[in-house]
T-cell receptor, first 113, second 112 residues
Framework: DAGITQSPRHKVTETGTPVTLRCHQT?????MYWYRQDPGHGLRLIHY???????DKGEVSDGYSVSRSKTEDFLLTLESATSSQTSVYFC????????????FGQGTRLTVV | SQQGEEDPQALSIQEGENATMNCSYK?????LQWYRQNSGRGLVHLIL?????REKHSGRLRVTLDTSKKSSSLLITASRAADTASYFC????????????FGTGTRLQVFP
């Protein structure tokens, strides 16, 4: 299995609090992605990174920020969590963006109460 | 809005039957991929087809791509109960092959 881990795996947080999810890879892949998965919506791209300190927005970036200070770590921050951000969050890595297969983490189930 | 939409949303078949899922996308692409997701797990890559390819095979999987219709299909032959999962297509875009945008998925149930 590709070396990609997400932490935490489960989190319950209160509305209005900041939350940071971490994605860590050991594959030295250039591209990293954050998705959220909700029933009826499939996976929606939040933000992605194409290199250290190089990030861009996805389809549903409002209320989220990301940082990538080193190749192996990609952090997703919910600046002020809302109930609509309750979801399962997946991180993915790819050696060559959409031109190569992506490997997924096991997901983080986030509940905002 | 999402790039890809799979059809049907759900599909139920008996073991041994073939399963066909379709993906339609909105903007021109360079690459299209298919992924599988077992319940509660991360996605697993199945196959990648490039825009200059029309058909690709991998074991019991057959993928076709029609760029003129902006559509792709995934055929699973001789389905097994273990094929029960959700299946997603994913695309990049002309001018931005860095992104990987997923569709809404097809839930496949294969009954023994």
């Amino acid at each position: 299995d590709a070396g990609i881990t997400q932490s935490p795996r489960h989190k319950v947080t209160e509305t209005g609090t900041p939350v940071t999810l971490r994605c860590h890879q050991t594959e030295n892949h250039r591209y990293m992605y954050w998705y959220r998965q909700d029933p009826g919506h499939g996976l929606r791209l939040i933000h992605y990174s194409y290199g250290v300190k190089d990030t861009d927005k996805g389809e549903v970036s409002d209320g989220y920020s990301v940082s990538r200070s080193k190749t192996e770590d990609f952090l997703l921050t919910l600046e002020s969590a809302t109930s609509s951000q309750t979801s399962v969050y997946f991180c993915a890595i790819s050696a060559d963006g959409g031109r190569a297969e992506a490997f997924f983490g096991q997901g983080t189930r986030l509940t905002v109460v | 809005s999402q790039q890809g939409e799979e059809d049907p949303q759900a599909l139920s078949i008996q073991e041994g039957e073939n399963a066909t899922m379709n993906c339609s996308y909105k903007t021109s692409i360079n690459n299209l991929q298919w992924y599988r997701q077992n319940s509660g797990r991360g996605l697993v890559h199945l196959i990648l087809i490039r825009s200059n390819e029309r058909e690709k095979h991998s074991g019991r999987l057959r993928v076709t791509l029609d760029t003129s219709k902006k559509s792709s299909s995934l055929l699973i032959t001789a389905s097994r109960a273990a094929d029960t999962a959700s299946y997603f297509c994913a695309t990049d875009a002309i001018g931005n092959t860095d992104k990987l945008i997923f569709g809404t998925g097809t839930r496949l149930q294969v009954f023994p």
